[in-house]
């Protein structure tokens, strides 16, 4: 078997309006497709999947709540994303840090999603 790429990434959340509001208004990710129990968004090529535990379909064993950990890479400073993110009162976990990427540094910051999944946004720096 050759794996490609990844297609989708499916985390558990218990409040899709909360979950819309953080993807899309405050990570500027487009909305893909939305139901009761889930919505899509587009992430660079790949689609993420915020859905609820009871949603209807393929599920984890256990779907929890709040247990993902997600990496995206930005485009914008790392001074930038700060300010963007105060504007929106999102709380720094940690950061800014230094994270190694497979071919070059990066910085970063970490937050939580309103389901407290764990973001690390990077701001990608040359070597």
Do not use: W
């Not at 984890?60 to 709540?65: E, G, L, N, R, S």
């Amino acid at each position: 078997m050759r794996i490609k790429d990844v297609d989708q990434v499916v985390i558990t959340v218990d409040d899709l309006e909360a979950t819309r509001g953080f993807y899309h208004e405050v990570l500027d990710l487009p909305i893909l497709a939305e139901t009761e129990q889930k919505l899509l968004f587009q992430l660079g090529k790949q689609t993420l999947v915020c859905q609820l535990p009871t949603a209807e379909g393929a599920q984890p064993a256990q779907p929890t709540v709040g247990a993902a950990t997600i990496s995206l890479l930005a485009k914008d400073s790392l001074a930038t994303i700060e300010a963007h993110l105060a504007n929106y009162f999102i709380k720094i976990v940690a950061g800014p840090l230094d994270r190694q990427l497979t071919t070059n540094q990066a910085h970063s910051l970490l937050i939580n999603d309103p389901a407290g999944n764990l973001i690390e946004i990077k701001e990608a720096q040359s070597n």
